[in-house]
């Protein structure tokens, strides 16, 4: 293997009316949070959230700024390629959007951003102005407001 990091992110497919893609949790705690899970999927919801808070740091904890989006404007997390025990959890997260249609993709990314906060299992990132503002960052054809070696799959698309 050539050493190169991959980062992986689950985020949705449309813009937030604050302008960013929201992740997969976020999608998640939204359905939540507007009461439109079922008692078995709030169960799902809950345990996983409770799972995913012990397994690893949040990042404002560390640093309450990292999220500030004044500091680190459109900051958003990406899971390390190796955190595979926080990814092999992600399927079921995917299940529950998909049954409420809400739509998620699956980002790859050698280098998705600035890089604010990073531990043995995550990274956030302030995406590149060319990013945030949704242009094509050069010639290579990414698609807009990605890297030229960002990969998007389609969650459910066999990744």
């Known amino acids: 293997m050539s050493g190169t990091t991959t980062y992986v992110r689950f985020q ?3 813009r937030s009316p604050r302008g960013h893609f929201p992740g997969i949790f976020a999608l998640a705690n939204g359905l939540a949070r507007e009461g439109r899970l079922s ?12 799972w995913y808070d012990a397994a690893y740091t949040d990042p404002s904890r560390v640093d309450p ?3 500030d989006s004044d500091v680190n404007p459109g900051a958003v997390a990406w899971f390390k390629g190796t955190a595979t025990h926080l990814l092999d ?7 529950l959007l998909a049954a409420h249609r809400v739509p998620c993709e699956r980002l ?4 998705p951003g600035r890089i604010v906060y990073e531990d043995d299992v995550q ?7 060319d990013r945030v503002r949704g242009r094509r ?5 990414a698609p807009a407001g990605h890297s030229p070696g960002e990969l998007r799959l ?3 698309s066999g990744r």
């Open 137 to 141: 960052p050069d010639r290579r054809g």
């Open 39 to 50: 008692e078995e999927q709030h169960r799902f919801w809950r345990a996983g959230n409770d």
């Open 89 to 95: 959890r992600i399927p079921g997260y995917l299940a």
């Open 12 to 14: 949705s497919t449309e």
């Open 154 to 156: 389609r969650a459910g």
């Open 108 to 111: 790859e990314s050698a280098d």
């Open 65 to 67: 700024t990292v999220y």
């Open 123 to 129: 990274i956030v990132v302030v995406p590149r102005q």
